[in-house]
């Protein structure tokens, strides 16, 4: 038995689809119909979310919208676990036709909070590959359950209400002028 056909007309005509396809295409600058660049590396673990973006993204991309998938191995899982989340990522890339690109993080023996640790360098890679692969933009597959998880984080950290702000829909990443945008911030985990 082979593997099963991804049906990108059914993704696309998918309400939710619709949406995070909107928010994009707002986030990244432009109208459908627009060329504009909005050439995109959609950051991907393999877990169901950032799944989710790229074959949202995939199937409603248009005029400049090139989707390159990127995936960061990171070496605080079992070697294992990093192959097959990177094997999960680069077989969804290649059913669907998009360029895969990964870069690796070493952060285990770091000194400090290991996820934070993780995250920022987790960010440089995606940075560094973005602007390799000529990509003005990295989507992240963050939602709105990860922004109550951060502003939860901020308060337990004591952080005051200017410190309680969240994650933005759109930030800049780095010193390349790559911008980080968040299509499914708007959107429940569950959905």
């Not at 995109?40 to 199937?59: N, R, Y």
Request: proline share 4%; net charge negative.
């Amino acid at each position: 038995m082979g593997t099963p056909e991804i049906n990108l007309d059914a993704v696309r005509r998918d309400r939710m689809t619709r949406g995070v396809v909107a928010r994009w295409r707002a986030l990244t600058g432009g109208q459908p119909a627009d060329d504009h660049d909005r050439r995109t590396l959609v950051a991907c673990s393999g877990g169901a979310d950032s799944v989710a973006l790229v074959l949202m993204l995939a199937a409603g991309g248009g005029v400049g919208s090139e989707i390159v998938v990127g995936h960061v191995l990171h070496d605080l899982r079992s070697a294992d676990e990093t192959a097959a989340d990177r094997d999960l990522v680069a077989g969804l890339a290649a059913r669907l036709g998009l360029r895969f690109v990964e870069a690796p993080v070493t952060v285990r023996d770091q000194p400090g909070n290991a996820e934070g640790n993780a995250r920022e360098a987790r960010y440089h890679q995606l940075e560094r590959l973005a602007w390799e692969t000529g990509c003005p933009f990295v989507a992240t597959a963050h939602h709105a359950n990860d922004q109550v998880e951060t502003m939860l984080m901020a308060m337990l950290r004591g952080a005051g209400v200017g410190g309680m702000a969240g994650m933005e829909p759109r930030r800049g990443l780095g010193e390349r002028g790559i911008a980080l945008v968040r299509p499914m911030l708007e959107i429940g985990g569950a959905e």
